[in-house]
C-alpha cells in the first residue's frame, strides 16, 4: 500500500514542479483516490454544503497565484479536489496577502466566511480568546524560525545590548512569541524597548536606513545580510525548538463538529503533503517550490541549514507534548502582551484525532514513530 501511495502521489508533483524526474514514473503511476466514504450525515446532497473554503497565504507569480507551503502541493496534485467533486463540493482556496495574514484570516473566521486556515499561532490563539472558536487540525512541523537583525554597522551584539533603543516589531504577528520569549529569558520586557509595530516590509526598510536600531523577523532577514545592509544577531536556530513560530491548519470548530467526515478528507490531504515533503528525496523540490513566494533559492535553503532535527522530523503533524506546551506558552504571551483579555484552554483547541485517522487511513501510522518531536498519536 505505502508503494502505491508514494507513486500515486508523487506523479502529479513531479510532473508539475520537476519535469525532469517526471519521466521514472511513467508507466506505472496510478490516479490517487482521496474519495473516502462519507457518513449518512453527510451524504445527502441537501445536507453537505457546496464549498469547502481554505485560507491560504498566496503569491503572483508569471500571473497565476501560487500557494504557501504544503497549500501548493495539495492545489497541484487536485486530489482532494477531485475527492469534493465526486460528493458535488467544490474546493476552493481563500487567497490571503502576507501583509496581514493574522487580521484578514481572523475576520473571516468571525464571518463565517472561511472553513480552514493555514496560518500562524498567535492569531489562532488570539482569535480563540476574542470568542470565535477554531481547532488545530493538522499541526505544521516544528516551525519557523525567527531572527533579529541589525544595521550592518551596528555594535550591538545581543538583545540586552538593544534596550532601550528602536525595534521594528510586526505586532500580533507570531514571531512576536520568539521575541517576547527572547527578552525575557535576558531579564527584560517589551516596555524596555520603543517598539515600531511594522510590517516586514516596512521594518526591513528601516532597519536598512538606520531609522531603527533592531528587527525582528523570519527569513527574510537573510536578503538583508546578502545586500549587507544588515546582520543577524540570534535566530532561533541556537534556541529550544518551542520558541520557533508556528503555522498549523486550522478549522472552524462549528464546520468540524457539523461535518467531522469533510474535516478528515482535508486532513488527509495536509498529512499527506506533510509526508511527501518530508522524504529528503524531495528536500530540492520542495525548496523550490517555496521560492515562487519570491524568495532567492539561497534564502529558503539557509532557512532550513543547521536544523538539530533531521529533515524528515521538521515536518512531522503529531499532536506530541511539546506542541501543547508550545500553546500553553502563546496562550500566556497573549495575555502577557494585552493582545488577549484572558488565556484560552489549549486542550479545547486541539483535535488530534483527524491527523491519527490520517495516519492510519494512508497507511503510514508509524512513519513519524521514531521522530525526535514525540510519540505518533493513537
Known sequence: MKRHFARAFLAPLLATFLPRFARQLRGGALALSAAL????????????????RIAVVAFSNGGKTQYAGASALIDADKSLEKALAAHNIKLEWVPVSTAAVGTLVNEAFTNQSIDFAAYGDLPSVVVNAAGTRT?????????????????????????????????????????????GKLIAANGLKLSDFRIFNLDPQAGAAAVAAGRVDGFFTLADAWPLVDKQVG???????????????????????????????????????????????????????????????????????????????????????????ALSAHYRDVAAYSVQARLASEPVDVNSLLAPQFVATALRQLGIEHYWDDAATGVASR
Do not use: C
Open 37 to 52: 466514504p462519507f457518513a449518512a450525515g453527510v451524504a445527502h446532497a441537501d445536507e453537505a454544503p457546496k464549498v469547502v
Open 231 to 321: 546582520k543577524i544577531i540570534w535566530s532561533t536556530k541556537t534556541a529550544p525548538d518551542d520558541w520557533k513560530m508556528r503555522a498549523e491548519l486550522w478549522g472552524d470548530a462549528r464546520f468540524v463538529a457539523r461535518y467531522p467526515e469533510l474535516t478528515q478528507q482535508v486532513a488527509n490531504a495536509y498529512v499527506r503533503a506533510a509526508w511527501w515533503i518530508s522524504q529528503p528525496q524531495n528536500r530540492d523540490a520542495f525548496v523550490k517550490i517555496l521560492t515562487a513566494s519570491g524568495q532567492p533559492e539561497s534564502v529558503v535553503r539557509r532557512e532550513y541549514d543547521g536544523e538539530k532535527l533531521p529533515w524528515k522530523d521538521q515536518w512531522s503533524p503529531l499532536f506530541t507534548p
Open 135 to 179: 481547532k488545530l487540525i493538522v499541526p505544521g512541523g516544528v516551525g519557523s524560525n525567527a531572527y533579529l537583525v541589525v544595521p550592518a554597522n551596528s555594535t550591538a551584539k545581543s538583545i540586552a545590548d538593544l534596550k532601550g533603543k528602536r525595534i521594528a516589531l510586526n505586532r500580533g504577528r507570531p514571531w512576536e512569541v520568539p521575541f
